[in-house]
């Protein structure tokens, strides 16, 4: 299968098919028929899209690699099996292996096969273990090694396994039959669920030799090392010439240059005097690597040219470059073909030039040519994408990060931005408001707004928004959130199209007369506010008379909320009720001592409640007429109590996280609980699908109520708290001392992020395997326990496992989860 474009490889794929990306100097895809070749396969048919004709041209009829070669080319993709489809013709009574033309391996294929005759499987898919699974296909087996469940490229808190399948199958013929030719299919998403649906036997081959994904540029860097170093047993052109050196026909390297290996030179290389080349390092067919030119950890291709004490420094470049005198490429940069870096040129770090660029002499390239830097690992975390402010979220990378989410949108919708009260929020949101513009994206910017209002304008007015923000949980950080026309975070599939937008920095170009246009709503927050009180029973708030303490923590919350509850009859004495940006900080960080000065308030002013709103808007916490502090199970509880009572029948959301006690609560008035992954996104879209939830609470005090707007908004969830409490016409202590006991222990263990997929492995089959109670992988992998459960959940952005415990008392709480902590500990030590 060779048809993929490589988008993720540019700039060095722009010109070049990514199976003909060269690995120690010969093209992957060259190594895996030579692979198939020693194998006994004979007959090869290749499945094309991309720069077909330079991948028929490269290997003609097959003759040089001993095989026979056929094409099938698709004009637009049909998916991983539709392509296969099309091969129809060519596979038709025959057993075939399927295999990728950009992956690296050395797996024994005459292996697999044998093990899925001797198993009769419909197909056999080869299987390997790694260290972080989110990024592939997490297969399931049985102890007989048939396959009992899939799943594509979950997040940390749908990992079961770290089992991953290759994209290397074996298949019997009839599995053709199963497809219509020229429609899209899909093995793993399609084909396979529907096999294991009908009962066909699907079986799983685990193998522990070399394979990797060419999915990246570091991994194909990575590929070339593994492959100088004999990591995987592949062939190298050319003999070894020196120890740990291998070169070409026709190389000459004079006796003053010094190679220290591994290094691969390819045909025709020519190595100056006084040349230093340290490996792991390739340099290409052709190429020339003048006098005191020094070559570190770098991949050349073919036909490059490197002058007189240049330096190349744990770089790529690509094919037909030109590196002058003097020149430095320093780490981690790439160079596309057929770039010329003029003499005592610089590009720095981290930088990407796409083919055909010129420097020229003595420039300094501090940004990528047309592209910028390439920000490290995975953009989006739990909550959007975060960093250090100026630091790792400068401006350039706020710009880019509006033109890569502009881009995914269509040209001429309309986004609104907003943004909290602080200057460095400011210069970010104006930055992605310029990104956006740039790339044909019209943009209502709402300036500094509070983040449930900004979701609910976006709601009603918009196809996009984002907002930015300092990061709750870090005051020297900013958070940018992405939503979707609901108001509500983007998918997890709108995430990774922004992310390999952004990676790529492949952005729409927009003509001069088609670039957006920049507006400032003016009636937003009157809607809002109209919505707002429509929703809530005016009447039984105006009768209740409450007196209510209000911690606005210096946050805009305060521009709506005293204006509704004074036409709601409410009164109010606010606390921190100006804009602060500075004072928002450093509250965050001494939450603890402003809820107790809220605490004392309520109790000296003998006030119905109080409320703590954080300075986003979308957390509450609670203080009950005594000046107790509800915590968050507690709120849940409550909560679960007050809407199961004033909507019977209701349906109310809740994470695995909460205990059980409110499955009690809800089932004695004539409520129902759904449980749901705790991220962000997932309670926000069960509020948005489902129109029978009244109510759902998240991990840190979050709480939606879908009637007025399905997202976290505790600007309204403070106002629809008093009016469940109106109805109750009880104090809120004595419905609190209503609620039933629970016994709940948590803890937190240390786990490197390449141990999370074995470790929730580990736990998921041990448990499965011991037969003694249900296993749960909803959200994590939940445990039963006598009268109880443990749940564990790999933490989506720290280097740890969360685990939660609920027991029958304190000590067997807490025993259930210093069990299962013990044990997280020894599986992620290895």
Request: aromatic share 8%.
């Amino acid at each position: 299968m060779a048809g993929g474009e490589g988008s993720r490889l540019r700039p060095l794929t722009s010109r070049r098919p990514k199976p003909l990306a060269p690995v120690a100097g010969i093209p992957v895809m060259e190594h895996i028929v030579n692979l198939l070749s020693a194998h006994g396969f004979g007959e090869i048919v290749a499945t094309l899209h991309y720069l077909a004709d330079e991948i028929e041209a490269w290997f003609g009829d097959g003759s040089a690699n001993g095989v026979t070669m056929h094409y099938v080319v698709e004009d637009t993709p049909l998916g991983t099996a539709g392509a296969v489809k099309m091969a129809n013709d060519l596979l038709a009574g025959d057993t075939f292996l399927i295999i990728s033309g950009d992956a690296l391996t050395d797996v024994d294929l005459s292996a697999l096969v044998r093990h899925h005759k001797e198993q009769k499987n419909d197909v056999t898919i080869a299987l390997q273990r790694v260290t972080n699974p989110l990024e592939f296909g997490v297969v399931v087996t049985g102890e007989d090694g048939r396959i009992v469940r899939f799943l594509e490229k979950p997040s940390w808190g749908e990992v079961f396994s770290d089992t991953i399948n290759t994209g290397i199958y074996v298949l019997e013929p009839g599995i053709l039959d199963l497809m219509e030719r020229g429609k899209i299919y899909d093995f793993s998403k399609d084909l396979f669920p529907r096999m294991l649906h009908e009962g066909k036997k699907l079986g799983g081959w685990v193998f522990d030799t070399y394979w990797t994904d060419i999915g990246n540029l570091e991994q194909y860097q990575q590929a070339n090392y593994d492959a100088i170093e004999r990591k995987v047993a592949i062939s190298f052109s050319g003999d070894e010439v020196r120890p740990g050196v291998w070169a070409g026909e026709g190389t000459t390297i004079d006796p003053q240059a010094h190679i220290e290996g591994p290094v691969v030179l390819g045909r025709e290389v020519r190595v100056g005097a006084g040349a230093t080349i340290v490996g792991p390092a390739v340099v290409g067919d052709h190429s020339i690597v003048e006098r005191n030119a020094a070559i570190t950890r770098s991949v050349l291709w073919e036909d490059c040219y490197v002058g007189e004490e240049a330096s190349l420094n744990d770089c790529t470049v690509a094919d037909r470059n030109t590196i002058e005198r003097r020149a430095t490429v320093q780490e981690a940069s790439v160079i596309g073909r057929g770039c010329t870096l003029g003499h005592g040129s610089t590009v720095n770090a981290h930088l990407k030039l796409w083919p055909d660029k010129w420097v020229n002499a003595g420039s300094i390239v501090s940004m990528s040519l047309i592209y910028g830097q390439k920000w490290p690992g995975s953009l989006f975390g739990s909550v959007g994408i975060s960093g250090l402010a100026n630091l790792e979220i400068t401006p350039e990378f706020a710009l880019k990060l509006g033109q890569a989410f502009g881009t995914s949108l269509k040209s001429g919708q309309t986004v609104m931005t907003s943004r909290d009260t602080h200057p460095a929020s400011r210069v970010m949101n104006r930055c992605v408001i310029s990104g956006l513009l740039s790339v044909g994206i019209n943009v209502l910017d709402l300036r500094s707004y509070p983040l449930p209002l900004a979701r609910y304008a976006v709601r009603v007015g918009g196809d996009g928004g984002v907002h930015v923000r300092v990061a709750p949980d870090d005051a020297n950080a900013l958070v940018f959130e992405f939503f979707d026309h609901t108001g509500i975070g983007i998918e997890k599939g709108a995430e990774r199209k922004v992310e390999n937008l952004f990676f790529r920095e492949d952005f729409r170009r927009t003509p001069m007369d088609e670039v957006g246009r920049l507006d400032f709503p003016s009636r937003a927050l009157e809607r809002y506010s109209g919505a707002f009180v429509e929703s809530l029973g005016a009447k039984a708030l105006k009768d209740a008379n409450f007196r209510v303490v209000i911690d606005y923590a210096f946050g805009n919350a305060s521009i709506v909320l005293p204006q509704i509850l004074g036409t709601l009859g409410v009164e109010q004495i606010a606390l921190n009720a100006y804009f602060d940006s500075e004072k928002v900080r450093t509250f965050r960080n001494d939450r603890e001592r402003h809820l107790q000065q809220l605490t004392s308030v309520v109790s000296s002013l003998e006030a119905n409640l109080g409320v703590l709103i954080d300075a986003d808007g979308e957390t509450v916490i609670l203080v009950d007429d005594t000046g107790a502090i509800i915590g968050r199970n507690r709120l849940m509880a409550l909560l679960t109590l007050l809407v199961a009572r004033s909507k019977p029948g209701a349906r109310i959301a809740l994470p695995l996280t909460v205990p059980s006690v409110v499955e009690r609560i809800a089932a004695d008035n004539g409520a129902t609980i759904v449980r749901t992954r705790s991220d962000r996104r997932s309670l926000m879209s069960l509020a948005e699908c489902d129109p029978s939830i009244a109510f759902a609470g998240g991990m840190n005090y979050e709480l939606i109520f879908p009637e007025f707007q399905p997202a976290f908004d505790g600007i309204y969830a403070a106002a629809k708290i008093m009016e469940l409490l109106a109805a109750e016409q009880r104090k809120l202590s004595q419905l609190v001392a209503t609620l039933p006991e629970w016994h709940i222990a948590g803890r937190v263990v240390a786990c490197p992020w390449d141990r999370k997929g074995a470790v929730m492995r580990s736990l998921h089959d041990e448990a499965a395997h011991a037969g003694n109670g249900k296993v749960e992988t909803l959200d994590g992998v939940r445990l039963e326990r006598n009268g109880g459960w443990v749940l564990v959940l790999p933490d989506a952005t720290d280097a740890s496992v969360n685990i939660w415990a609920e027991g029958t008392t304190d000590d067997d709480a807490a025993r259930y989860a210093d069990e299962i902590a013990g044990r997280v500990r020894t599986i992620a030590a290895g």
